[in-house]
T-cell receptor, first 114, second 114 residues
Framework: EADIYQTPRYLVIGTGKKITLECSQT?????MYWYQQDPGMELHLIHYSYGVNSTEKGDLSSESTVSRIRTEHFPLTLESARPSHTSQYLCASSPPGGVNTEAFFGQGTRLTVV | AQKITQTQPGMFVQEKEAVTLDCTYDTSDQSYGLFWYKQPSSGEMIFLIY??????QNATEGRYSLNFQKARKSANLVISASQLGDSAMYFCAMREDTGTALIFGKGTTLSVSS
């Protein structure tokens, strides 16, 4: 069973607030990812990290930022939330390896900005 | 161009019947991996099955099998003996040799009725 945790599971917040979505994994994986998913739609990669102090933007442009100070922790921050940020955010990690390595996902954070 | 194409937005099947969910992919890499994930309404992503580009045998995992046709660039998921609990969204994904993260298709919603 994968050990990757996201908090909070649900968040309703007002426009203009700063928010941080937490993601932690206990598997020691170097590679971590953030995906954004609108309801019933595909997953879009917004950020990824190869390890500590490494962060890269994904295919979908996002106003969010990430940090990777510790291997196990990969938080995502929105400085000023807007209704267009309403979505589900999924965190994932992968062990070392090639094309055959699966991604382990957290349970997701459903964000609603009102 | 879409790297992963799932052309069936929704599929309906009766309990105990088999169902095939279609997936085609596009890559110029020789080495790549293909994955299927299940996403129930609760939102988490559950890994189902993996097929490597060099695997000669079709992958199988319990009631799940992958019909891999490399020349046609298709990797269809076959679920045998459908159960009510199989009702969910199903995503096909690919990891390329030259990439780092999984690339997802738009998904197929499967509804199983009794």
């Amino acid at each position: 069973e994968a050990d990757i945790y996201q908090t909070p599971r649900y968040l309703v917040i007002g426009t203009g607030k700063k928010i941080t979505l937490e993601c932690s994994q206990t598997m020691g994986h170097d590679k971590m990812y953030w995906y954004q998913q609108d309801p019933g739609m595909e997953l879009h990669l917004i950020h990824y990290s190869y390890g500590v102090n490494s962060t890269e933007k994904g295919d979908l442009s996002s106003e969010s930022t990430v940090s990777r100070i510790r291997t196990e922790h990969f938080p995502l921050t929105l400085e000023s939330a807007r209704p267009s940020h309403t979505s589900q955010y999924l965190c994932a990690s992968s062990p070392p390896g090639g094309v055959n390595t699966e991604a382990f996902f957290g349970q997701g954070t459903r964000l609603t900005v009102v | 161009a879409q790297k992963i194409t799932q052309t069936q937005p929704g599929m309906f099947v009766q309990e105990k019947e088999a169902v095939t969910l279609d997936c085609t992919y596009d890559t110029s890499d020789q080495s790549y991996g293909l994955f299927w994930y299940k996403q129930p309404s609760s939102g988490e992503m559950i890994f189902l099955i993996y097929q490597g580009s060099y695997d000669e045998q079709n992958a199988t995992e319990g009631r799940y099998s992958l019909n891999f046709q490399k020349a046609r660039k298709s990797a269809n998921l076959v679920i045998s003996a459908s159960q009510l609990g199989d009702s969910a969204m199903y995503f096909c994904a690919m990891r390329e040799d030259t990439g780092t993260a999984l690339i997802f298709g738009k998904g197929t919603t499967l509804s199983v009725s009794s």
